[in-house]
């Protein structure tokens, strides 16, 4: 019998909002990711008291993504979620000597994972869920989503109203097909870091210089001061990867470094 990739045992795990199964699985959902190179220092002011440094990626200098997610079937009930989020290591790993290659390593041998400064979600278990089990920066809110053909309309909204804290609106046509893979993500929970898997399954096409722009609207939430700070209020990005339809699963978090890589033939296994 062959098992397909949401074909995975899930344990029940209590959180304030009634019991939910992990690995959350996402069966449809649509995402897009846009990506801001951003001054190392702005970045590294956001970072402070982290443990986790920034990683250059684009011209010797660090990232920001802004990605927007609709998620329409899971097994905790379809929301949308927006990030904020940047790749780092964790301070006491030393820095890839060429940090895209480890990217597209298969997941278990990387060091480079996205750390997440907000993570707005439109209904309270997707927010209970991510801030007890992961220690992830959620709050809910509304974050209005919509793709007509190539044109992509996005907004997070300040909590308890319907004024934007930004947008992000613009075309995403074009752009070259590649494959999903999968996510590491670090967050702290309780004292100590965490190293989660993302797994997905699906495509995607990756735009360059995209004709998309981010704008900052309500600026009295920390989330748009953030925004601001690093320099993204009118930023266009440097690349947008757009995804129409994937999958997902969104296992436990394991604890982070200090901890042995696994195996070759065991990191085959998990391989992106």
Known sequence: MRFGFLDVPQAMVPISTGPIGVPILYREASSLLAVFPVEAAALASLLGGTGLVAVPLFQGR???????????????????????????????VALPQRPLLDLVLPSPWRKVGLYIFDLPVTTAVANAAGRELWGLPKFVTEIPISWRGEQFD????????????????????????????????????????????????????????????????????????????????????????????????LNLGQRAYPQPLPSRSEAQKYAA
């Open 62 to 92: 660090p990232v920001v993504v802004v990605a927007m997610f609709d998620y329409r079937d899971t097994t905790i009930g379809p929301y949308h979620e927006a990030a904020l989020a940047t790749f780092v290591v964790p301070e006491n």
């Open 154 to 249: 996005g907004a997070v909204c300040a909590p308890g109203s319907s004024e934007p804290l930004f947008s992000l609106v613009g075309s995403v046509g074009g752009g070259g097909r590649v494959p999903l893979r999968a996510l590491v993500l670090y967050s702290w929970l309780q004292g100590e870091l965490l190293r989660t898997q993302v797994d997905l399954r699906g495509w995607a096409r990756a735009i360059r210089g995209p004709a998309m722009e981010l704008r900052v609207k309500a600026r009295m939430h920390p989330m748009a001061e953030r925004l601001e700070k690093l320099g993204l209020d009118g930023a266009r990005p440097a690349l947008v990867q757009a995804a129409p339809t994937f999958r997902a699963r």
